[in-house]
């Protein structure tokens, strides 16, 4: 799913799709990677940074969609995997030549001070520090060189666009850096226990029926969360429409005699329908954005979601005219994570609901850790194809198409 918006992060996503679409091989993953005897999720890295790459070589600025805190919460996650290492390099792979590639840099460093004040096991603490001390080192020192290689190969061709490609294949460049990733950061090192290579290879086997399944690893949702609704948005009386009709009981529209003879009056409930927020933050949704969508469109239910590392919330801020008051508004907002985390089961929650909904989010779906696979992509699509849920980009489109219900 592309968002659409204009933001610098939207505005990186659709130019950086729109380049897998024009340079990456249209060849199933798996087949792919079997005909080159390449591990997948390294070849899919490694294709990114190719990507990212002809970009840069393309005079494109360098862009990212990632935020301090979003990869505080990844990095945090990933130094709970058993080979934390070849995570950690694994995004700056992915992410080089883009603005998110020095901030991965950075949080790796800070993470690294944490780690060192941190009152833990002496054991625990130097294999997260060794993890973190050493990936920088081996990336930028035997990783690394083999991209700037061909970067400069292709800088110095004489025809700049159609050489440049040719100097920047799938085939000699994805491949050979994928197998030197694999090289430096293996899947399986040597030095593990057998207790740590048991649980790597039974992660691995999950990923893999994850794949097969095209299956997800949405972080974990509470709620939906119900906090006590106290303010009414709206007068009851407005929570129903009438209508002048030509037959009835009771006749109180005497004055249509003369014109339609709609002298009877029936009445309607208003159907407000659902709205789904993404409160992450690259929506950047604020509190004043929240409220003024509760005011516009007052009759139905409105519901928020976000999430940190593994773990993330659903909570119902709207219902049938009443609202969360603004000091209990300002306090979930703020508990509320920086990531997305559940988007899948927050979609879920929404296809069930009845009448009208909508999802108001700028696309970017992660799983735990606020990551991002193509299996959370395909699902999300999925999920709002099969229950009619358009999906609009900001509040301001939400009143539009929800203010007048």
Known sequence: MIPTGETDADKFVRLHEMAHAKFTPAVDPGKLAAKYGLNVETMQVAEDARIHALLRLNDFERGGCCNAENVRNNIKYKLTLPNPEREIARMLLGSMYTSDHDLFVNEIKRARGNVRRAVMQAEKKEKLLNALTYVIGKFQGQVAPIIWEFMDE????AKPLRSRRKKMRFDNFTTNVARKFDEVFPEFPENFSDDEMKKLLNDARKREAMDRADGDKWGNMRGPVCPKLEEKSVNRKLSFIRKATDCGAVPINMHRYATDAAVFSSRRSVQGGTVLLDASGSMGIDVDDIK?????????????????????????????????????LHKLREGMGGG??????ALRW????????????????????DVQTAAMIRESMLICK????????????????????
């Open 386 to 405: 099969k229950a009619g849920i358009p999906r609009l980009d900001d509040i301001p489109e939400a009143i539009k198409a929800f203010g007048k219900t």
């Open 292 to 328: 003024q969508f509760l005011k516009a469109a007052p009759h139905g239910t409105v519901a928020m979601y976000s999430g940190r590392g593994t773990e993330g919330a659903l909570a119902i801020i709207g219902h049938a005219g009443k609202v969360i008051s603004s000091k209990n």
């Open 154 to 157: 292709a800088r110095n061709s």
């Open 340 to 345: 997305n985390v559940v988007d899948g089961p």
């Open 350 to 369: 929404l296809a069930k609901r009845k009448g009208k909904k909508a999802w108001v989010s700028d696309g970017h779906v992660t799983g735990a850790g």
